[in-house]
């Protein structure tokens, strides 16, 4: 298979962006900071919370018209969302299936299983790490990125 590059998922608060390095930046009408301060009212999200959020940012990668494709992995340098993802050192890596995983914890923790909160964002900073977790996870699920680098 040929190798494919990675793409740069940058989260800034009213938008997120996707870059290649090759293709023209793509702009997700939707940002971390604007998804934690205006959907996530409870800490953890609520479920409605969960699904509103879900709902905003399909929309916002619907409006790009990027397909599914088989793609490499995406590149992020967000510290909390790295540290949590256990992305510690520059060229660690979690697959798909481990960014899913750990998305899956957060939407237990927000059905009321706060067992499963441990390692899981919370408290201070907590809404806009989920709201990165949450958008790094529908830009895997439903775009085709194999995994997660730092």
């Known amino acids: ?13 009213s938008v997120t962006t996707l870059s290649d390095g090759v293709s023209p930046q793509v702009v997700l009408g939707v940002g971390i900071g ?8 409870h800490d953890p999200p609520a479920p409605s919370e969960m699904e509103q959020a879900i709902d905003l940012v ?10 599914r494709a088989e793609r490499a992995d995406l590149l992020i340098s967000d510290e ?19 960014v899913e995983a750990k998305f899956q914890r957060l939407a237990s923790v927000s059905l009321g299983h ?11 900073s907590g809404g806009r790490v989920a709201a990165a977790l949450l958008v790094l ?13 730092r």
């Open 1 to 13: 298979m040929e190798h494919l590059k990675a793409t740069t998922l940058v989260f800034e608060d």
């Open 80 to 98: 909390p969302l790295c540290t949590l993802l256990g992305l510690l050192t520059t060229g660690s890596r979690v697959t798909g299936e481990e």
């Open 58 to 67: 399909e929309d916002a990668l619907a409006a790009t018209g990027l397909k």
């Open 114 to 124: 706060p067992g499963l909160l441990d390692g899981l964002p919370s408290g201070g």
């Open 34 to 41: 604007d998804l934690a301060s205006k959907v996530f009212r």
């Open 137 to 149: 996870r529908e830009c895997v699920h439903h775009l085709g990125f194999a995994g997660v680098v």
